[in-house]
């Protein structure tokens, strides 16, 4: 009986209360799965091709986050922070869902993947006459999904003129002997330069 008058008094403290309810951050009910993790975002450093995942801790005492690509069943990674730094695939979207003990969370938004775009292809010289040339290309292969905001033409390693999509010939003189590449350029950086062609 002394034990069981003990606990009555204790009960009325709020310290202790608080330690006996066993509260959860986020609104989340004691004993519940986390939030969903909130302000989710991907950046990309084209220094390192490496992108970024980002999100906030939405609440709910989560232990950790999956991260999912796509339509993808399983977690490609499990982070116990709130960001994680991999190479993305330009165009796949991803998510991340909290989880504790008791379950995961509803999934978070999505974001999706894009890097600068691969370089131009098939690149042409074509003499056509009084020391011009038609430089030709074809478009890359990937655009780094984020769309090709203009071509550079360089001539020995300089830049001497820019074109934007959809033109891919430009008229330009040159000597012989000078080396030609061209590189595209998206809001993600410039491509790699194509392969480089030679005036004859």
Do not use: R
Request: hydrophobic letters at 35%; a negative charge; aromatic letters at 8%.
């Amino acid at each position: 009986m002394l034990f069981i008058g003990g606990l009555s008094g204790l009960s009325g403290l709020s310290g202790l209360s608080g330690i006996a309810g066993g509260g959860s951050g986020g609104g989340v009910p004691p004993g519940s799965p986390p939030n969903a993790a909130i302000n989710i975002g991907i950046s990309y450093d084209i220094g390192t091709a490496t992108h970024t995942l980002s999100w906030d801790d939405g609440g709910g005492d989560a232990f950790g986050w999956h991260i999912f690509k796509d339509a993808e069943l399983t977690p490609f990674y499990t982070a116990g922070g709130t960001s994680h730094d991999f190479d993305g695939e330009p165009g796949s979207t991803y998510y991340v869902v909290a989880y504790n003990d008791f379950g995961e969370s509803a999934a978070s938004d999505t974001v999706e993947a894009k890097e600068e775009p691969t370089q131009p292809q098939n690149l042409i010289l074509t003499d056509v006459g009084g020391g011009d040339y038609d430089v030709t290309w074809s478009v890359p292969a990937s655009d780094g999904a984020d769309a090709i905001t203009e071509y550079k033409v360089y001539v020995n390693a300089v830049e001497v003129t820019t074109t934007t999509p959809p033109t891919t010939v430009v008229t330009i003189a040159l000597s012989p002997g000078d080396e030609v590449y061209i590189t595209a350029v998206n809001t993600l950086g410039e491509s790699a330069p194509s392969a480089t062609e030679i005036a004859s």
